[in-house]
């Protein structure tokens, strides 16, 4: 195990979550899935993997950070599997040779959310990055991530498209967390803040009290997942074989099906691979 992943899993403990039974626990294989704190927070590994562990006899540990987290993991050798969404990042991982194949594997989307009384007067807004301009020209408290993830990248990208620089206002009006979704929200909350949110997380959130969605539906706001194979020729420790058999499950018919099936409170909150047709849910 190199410094790195000993440096997370010491911090990081609750976040790594091994899905298995304990008459499991002693006999079968296991892999080591990198992925975000979004698949964590809504509870979607936690429901899907125990059924491809039952019929592969694969337990599967996962180690939930941030996309830009999990991309280190990875690098390191530390996991053999990536499941993350910035597919700029996911591209880079497998071009530089750290990864073997990147399949699309899931999607939903992000929305953009904030208080009820909405002082930025957003709400209804259809251009995400005309939406963020009126943020920062108003001056209202936006939460940002500022951990490096998938969410995180896809925020820095619509301030960059709309000319904003950020850096100048922290710690005023715009404020970095340095934490997952789930208490980004929870900051957002308390401080009647803005907040760019993937729609799985979101659904999952209970601390809403005057947050609402302000902004959705923007192309720009689509949140495609992929996973990867860590190379096995840059690190041979890699167990390729049971890796693979996850990925293939995951893009499976009964896989996608299971992604597809996983509800909270009945709403849908991830669908497959966006191979299929994407329908936002309202």
Known sequence: MTQSLKFIVFFLTPLI?????????????????????????????????????????????????????????????????????????????????????????????F????????????????????????IAHNKSIFLSRGDDSGTNKKEYSLWHAGGIDTTKASGDWYRETGSGMGATLNMASAMNGYSLADRGTWLAFKNRKKLKILLEGDTRLLNPYGVILVNPKRHPHVKAAAGKKLIDWLISKEGQSAISAFKISGEQLFKGSLKQKLTLTR
Do not use: C
């Open 111 to 134: 929305v953009v959310v904030g208080p009820v009384k909405d002082p930025a007067a957003i709400a209804g807004m259809k251009d995400v990055v005309k939406a963020f301009g009126k």
């Open 17 to 109: 979550v091994t899905l298995t039974t304990p008459s499991q626990a002693t006999s079968a294989e296991y892999i080591t899935l990198a992925s975000t704190t979004s698949t964590r927070d809504t509870g979607l590994l936690s429901s899907i993997l125990p059924i491809f562990t039952k019929g592969s006899g694969i337990r599967v540990r996962v180690v939930a950070v941030g996309t830009g987290q999990a991309i280190k993991i990875a690098k390191n050798g530390d996991a053999d599997v990536l499941l993350v969404h910035d597919k700029k990042s996911e591209h880079s991982f497998v071009s530089d040779g750290y990864g073997v194949k990147r399949y699309d594997v899931m999607h939903n989307d």
